[in-house]
């Protein structure tokens, strides 16, 4: 009897513990996943390159929606000025966060607003703290 009762706490216990992933998993709030990035966006950001200096970027993204961008950037790097443009690969993911790798070899973390009118995002590469948010030029509507 103490095993079966023990057996029983356990798997309630599991169920319990395993719900709230699965609840969570089922509430994607980016179900449109790379879709929710589409159409064209100001870009800005700034921060610090190591061996650089401060660098400060505003231009224009444009997302396929499909896994594929391009970006013009103007940027003043520690006040010496450049027009740079590259393309990338993305992916967003349920729970709206994504990843871009672009051709000069920078690589980025978002996080996407649900309606894809809105990101922030971070370069990862070592050396760098630069970060920065997008905004939709024509927004989406609801």
């Given at each position: 009897m103490t095993k079966k009762l023990l057996g029983t706490c356990a798997l309630a216990a599991l169920t319990l513990t395993l719900a709230p992933l699965t609840v969570r998993g089922a509430d994607a709030r980016c179900p449109l996943l790379n879709a929710t990035l589409h159409g064209t966006?100001?870009?800005?950001?700034?921060?610090?390159?190591?061996?650089v200096g401060q660098v400060t970027a505003l231009g224009e993204h444009t997302w396929d929606g499909q896994g594929n961008t391009v970006a013009t950037n103007?940027?003043?790097?520690?006040?010496?000025?450049?027009?740079v443009t590259v393309t990338g690969t993305y992916a967003v993911n349920p729970d709206c966060t994504a990843s871009l790798a672009e051709s000069d070899g920078t690589h980025y973390k978002f996080?996407?607003?649900?309606?894809?009118?809105?990101?922030s995002w971070i370069e990862i590469d070592h050396g760098t703290v630069v970060s920065g948010t997008e905004?939709?030029?024509?927004?989406?509507?609801?």
């Open positions: 966006y100001v870009v800005s950001g700034s921060g610090t390159i190591a061996g103007t940027i003043s790097a520690n006040g010496n000025i450049f027009n996080v996407v607003a649900p309606d894809g009118n809105t990101a905004v939709r030029l024509k927004p989406q509507d609801d």
